[in-house]
């Protein structure tokens, strides 16, 4: 599979460069899907340094890199520390982490990941298991669906929508992504149409592969996984998934509460190397349009 068709990386060279590449380092790439990161990352090892790429979506594992340096891992970026373990490695000099959903998914239709298809409306990572999105539509109530769009997709009509939805599944199943569209599409600002439709099906995907959930475990793995001095490279494409990204690296635990000694100093295991977020250049936009919402962020474990 083409890695270029699959998917375009965001912010390639300031992610590497963010990762302040040891040649004979070990890295992981949780997200690996087309591999541009990866592949970027490969160029600058030497025969020594090792890369785990990580994807939960068994199409990924299709682009696998061939080379005794590279291992691929079938997982959930949740249970980082524990494939860690399972390969015997006890701590990597780098993690990065695209946070975003791959060309490959957004132009499946049968994924369920755009409003501009019409297809079943599933949306999981991992087919394998767990709810999909019509699942969802069909069996949360009022007050979750109001609940998820809301924080999930930042819809300041979160309850008409979900009102919506609750009254026309009881006269029949909403089962593709253009049965959605024509339920919540009276709700939806026509001046707003493309940006408010994306929003929700952006909460949907949010809660069918709990990707909240797995974001924090990820961050509060990667102070036990990395080494001191290693790096954190994260790229987020909303703002709930970047401020949560923020407040981690500025004070080293998920809820954001910086923590103090006596003396002032910030007590926290890791440290934002770029205080100012970094965003794609307007070359970088008109190249890919869709990397317009990236936002990277680093952070270094501290020496201890």
């Known amino acids: 599979m083409n890695q270029q068709v699959y998917h375009i990386p965001a912010l390639l060279e300031q992610s590497i460069e963010g990762l302040n590449i040891h040649p004979d380092g070990t890295y992981v790439d949780v997200t690996f ?25 068994i199409d990924a594992w299709r682009n696998r890199i061939d080379d005794q340096r590279f291992t691929f891992v079938l997982s959930n970026f949740a249970y980082l520390s524990n494939f860690m373990r399972y390969y015997g490695v006890k701590q990597v000099d780098g ?34 298991g767990g709810i999909n999105a019509r699942e969802v539509i069909a069996t949360y109530t009022e007050e979750q669906l109001a609940q998820l769009f809301f924080l999930y997709g930042e819809l300041k009509q ?9 009254k026309a599944r009881a006269n029949r199943d909403i089962a593709t992504t253009l049965q959605l569209i024509d339920v919540v599409k009276p709700h939806i600002r026509p001046t707003q149409e493309k940006k408010e439709l994306a929003q929700v099906f952006q909460a949907l995907r949010i809660e069918v592969n709990h990707e909240i959930d797995a974001l924090k475990r990820l961050l509060v ?11 954190l490279v994260v790229i987020t494409y909303h703002s709930l998934e970047d401020r ?48 317009r919402s990236a936002k990277l962020r680093v952070g270094q474990k501290k020496q201890q």
């Open 95 to 128: 993690i990065m982490a695209d946070l975003g959903v791959s060309f490959h998914h957004f132009d499946d239709s049968e994924r369920g990941f755009s409003f501009r298809f019409d297809g079943e409306l599933d949306m999981r990572m991992n087919r394998a």
């Open 221 to 231: 793995q990667s102070l036990h996984v990395l080494k001191p001095g290693g790096r």
């Open 33 to 57: 899907g087309g591999g541009g990161h990866s592949r970027a990352i490969m160029e600058r090892l030497s025969p020594l340094g090792h890369l785990y790429g990580m994807d939960r979506d």
């Open 158 to 166: 979160s309850r008409r929508l979900a009102a919506a939805i609750v």
């Open 244 to 291: 949560l990204v923020k407040n981690f690296m500025r004070s080293g635990n998920i809820e954001g509460m910086v923590q103090k000694d006596f003396y002032g100093r910030v007590q926290s295991l890791i440290e934002p190397i770029n205080n100012k977020v970094i965003v794609p250049t307007d070359e970088e936009v008109a190249r890919n349009p869709r990397a």
